[in-house]
């Protein structure tokens, strides 16, 4: 539909302008247009949660173990959010868990984590994701693995990945970081960020 273009007539109260409830309805008509085209438009916002906690007693993972969780209490200075529309934040310091069940079918999320490892000589580690936890078909996802030849108190591992919200599993599962390693080790928490886009 072209504008609709409201005829003011040529002088106050001349008379010859559109009557009110045309130049209301037309008014409606390009406000309704105008609505109609911004809904496929997506929007994002975004969370920054920097931990505290693991600086001073960092997480201990003992040797050959699958199931060392990351953890992150948000209570770093880092702690920053985009979120102009008020929306739920993620990210669950009690559960220390990802609850994604404020998203929609069709979301996604990209994150970027960054954690420092004391790892010892010639060790591999896997940062994997866990979704869907608690559903009839959960699921992981390799976020990152990297090999360190020669020991040392602090290397960090970044990574950056994605996760769409495909299906209601997903959604209602949620999500954590899990760190693997057939070597001893301990993980400062720096922090993570995440960005949302809702369709």
Same mark, same amino acid.
């Given at each position: 539909?072209?504008?609709?273009?409201?005829?003011?007539?040529?002088?106050?109260?001349?008379?010859?302008?559109d009557?009110?409830?045309?130049?209301?309805?037309?008014?409606?008509?390009?406000?309704?247009?105008?609505?109609?085209?911004?809904?496929?438009?997506?929007?994002?916002?975004?969370?920054?949660?920097? /931990?505290? =906690?693991?600086? *001073?007693?960092?997480?201990?993972?003992?040797?050959? $173990?699958?199931?060392? !969780?990351? #953890?992150n209490?948000?209570?770093?200075?880092?702690?920053?959010?985009?979120?102009?529309?008020?929306?739920?934040?993620?990210?669950?310091?009690?559960t220390?868990?990802f609850?994604?069940?404020?998203?929609k079918?069709?979301?996604?999320?990209e994150?970027?984590?960054?954690?420092?490892?004391a790892?010892?000589?010639?060790q591999?580690?896997?940062?994997?994701? /866990?979704? =869907?936890?608690? *559903?009839?078909?959960?699921?992981?996802?390799?976020? $990152?693995?990297?090999? !360190?030849? #020669?020991?040392?108190?602090?290397?960090?591992?970044?990574?950056?990945?994605?996760?769409?919200?495909?299906?209601?599993?997903?959604?209602?599962?949620?999500?954590?970081?899990?760190?693997?390693?057939?070597?001893?080790?301990?993980?400062?928490v720096n922090?993570?960020?995440?960005?949302?886009?809702?369709?």
């Amino acid at each position: 539909m072209a504008q609709e273009i409201i005829n003011v007539g040529s002088a106050d109260n001349s008379g010859n302008g559109d009557p009110l409830r045309t130049a209301i309805i037309k008014v409606q008509n390009n406000f309704d247009e105008l609505y109609a085209s911004i809904q496929g438009f997506t929007k994002t916002y975004w969370f920054n949660a920097s /931990d505290t =906690a693991t600086t *001073t007693t960092p997480i201990t993972h003992n040797a050959g $173990s699958t199931t060392t !969780f990351l #953890t992150n209490n948000g209570a770093g200075s880092a702690t920053s959010a985009y979120n102009p529309d008020s929306k739920t934040a993620l990210w669950n310091t009690s559960t220390n868990k990802f609850d994604f069940t404020s998203l929609k079918i069709g979301d996604t999320i990209e994150f970027r984590i960054n954690i420092a490892v004391a790892n010892a000589a010639a060790q591999e580690i896997n940062l994997v994701m /866990d979704l =869907a936890e608690g *559903t009839s078909t959960p699921y992981s996802l390799n976020v $990152s693995h990297a090999y !360190f030849k #020669t020991a040392s108190s602090g290397d960090q591992l970044t990574a950056m990945f994605r996760v769409y919200i495909g299906n209601e599993e997903t959604r209602t599962g949620g999500g954590r970081f899990r760190l693997t390693s057939i070597a001893a080790t301990t993980v400062v928490v720096n922090g993570w960020f995440y960005q949302i886009t809702e369709v």
